[in-house]
């Protein structure tokens, strides 16, 4: 049973440039959460995706935005990329338990 | 302002004591509370899960407490050992989003031999 897949590992874009970066959740699970989390601080909350709909949104920009698939995948794209979106930025799905499954994360460098 | 504070220093523990680490949140309502294990480089990983009418949780070594009163949450491992050695994260699920799990920023924990 595969976990939370995250792709690519890492990545380098340039200020201005656009990133997608891909999450699928763990099997039997259809709610996927994306989340930022710079160095030494806690995750940030993006937003999350039910039945390919934004279900809730944290403090983000509309630079932000994501989709999510039938087959409950999910996507996040940033626009206009900010020296300060560099970051690791995690998938996460939801389990029955309550607790969040996440992936191994994107490391994104913006230079 | 809604606050959740994690100790902010490394905590350097020797092999076999017991760790304790403290949650403290101000102005939030959480209906429960979970504590998530993060290796560096790697996604945090689900440990415990609280619910506000709980006072305790244990799970093999690991033990959590929740004090709604004092809004503050204690999470402890005993007999520790150096493969404990992570950061840990506190995170919440307030009544008032329901999606949005905040979290805290993290307690370094070390354990030398």
């Known amino acids: 049973d595969a976990g939370v897949t995250q792709s690519p590992t890492h990545l380098i874009k340039t200020r201005g440039q656009q990133v997608t970066l891909r999450c699928s959740p763990k099997?039997?699970?259809?709610?996927v959460s994306w989340y930022q989390q710079a160095l030494g601080q806690g995750p940030q909350f993006i937003f999350q995706?039910?039945?390919?709909?934004?279900?809730q949104r944290g403090n983000f920009p509309d630079r932000f935005s994501g989709h999510q698939f039938p087959n409950y995948s999910s996507e996040l794209n940033v626009n206009a990329l900010l020296l300060g979106d560099s970051a690791l930025y995690l998938c996460?799905?939801?389990?029955?338990?309550?607790?969040?499954?996440f992936g191994p994360g994107t490391r994104l460098t913006v230079t | 302002s809604q606050k959740i504070e994690q100790n902010s220093e490394a905590l350097n523990i020797q092999e076999g004591k017991t760790a304790t680490l403290t949650c403290n949140y101000t102005?939030?309502?959480?209906?429960?509370l979970q504590w998530y294990r993060q290796d560096p480089g790697r996604g945090p990983v689900f440990l415990l899960l609280?619910?506000?009418?709980?006072k305790e949780k244990r799970k093999e070594r690991l033990k959590v407490t929740f004090d709604t009163t004092l809004k503050q949450s204690l999470f402890h491992i005993t007999a520790s050992q150096p493969a404990d050695s992570a950061t840990y994260l506190c995170?919440?699920?307030?009544?008032?989003?329901?999606?949005?799990?905040?979290f805290g920023s993290g307690t370094r924990l070390s354990i030398r031999p």
């Open positions: 996460a799905s939801t389990s029955l338990a309550g607790g969040l499954y």
């Open positions: 099997s039997g699970h259809d709610t």
């Open positions: 995706y039910y039945e390919e709909e934004e279900r």
């Open positions: 102005n939030y309502s959480p209906a429960y």
């Open positions: 609280i619910r506000e009418n709980e």
């Open positions: 995170a919440l699920y307030p009544y008032s989003s329901a999606s949005k799990i905040i």
